[in-house]
């Protein structure tokens, strides 16, 4: 399936993630660019999807484990991109030496986060006006070990 995730660098791949998100987040989920921006951008893990050579989606691991700023292009939806792309970033994680990663999920995602063994952890709240619920999942370590560096090669 020409799926591909690569780690991103907001100083060099910010065009494509910005891009992305701002489909995604402001257009459609009409979230306002003033909450999708934030101090973690240069300071976080990016990574990208691509589909046929083409970024189709964006995700973000930022200090303590969060996972964030999953967004696929509509377009790109039902492709198995998301699940890619969650899985790597957990893959990173644990590389990384992450025991458990979470995430603050839109609830209507919920099932999609489930499936991928996260379950959710506290009660609903309101976050860019979109209702969320906090997800954990334990990384498990008994994968064949990697190296970071490996990665973009």
């Known amino acids: 399936m020409s799926l591909f995730v ?3 660098d907001w100083q060099t791949d910010r065009a494509a993630i910005r891009k992305i998100r701002e489909k995604v987040f ?8 003033e909450l999708e921006w934030d101090e973690h951008e240069e300071s976080a893990q990016h990574f990208l999807i691509y589909h046929h050579d083409k970024p189709i989606g964006t995700g973000r691991l930022t ?7 999953m967004a696929i292009l509509k377009e790109a939806r039902g492709l198995g991109a998301g699940l890619a792309l969650l899985q790597r970033i957990c893959k990173f994680a644990r590389v990384s030496g992450q ?10 995602a919920v099932p999609f986060y489930e499936k991928a063994g996260f379950t959710v952890f506290g ?10 619920v906090r997800m954990d ?3 498990n370590d008994k994968e064949p070990s990697e190296n970071i560096d490996d990665w973009n090669r």
């Open 6 to 8: 690569r780690l991103a």
């Open 123 to 132: 009660d609903q709240f309101m976050e860019a006006g979109i209702p969320h």
């Open 63 to 69: 200090g303590g484990g969060k996972i964030g700023r």
């Open 26 to 33: 402001v257009e459609e989920q009409q979230v306002p660019p």
């Open 137 to 139: 999942l334990t990384l």
């Open 99 to 108: 025991k458990d990663v979470y995430l603050n999920a839109q609830v209507q």
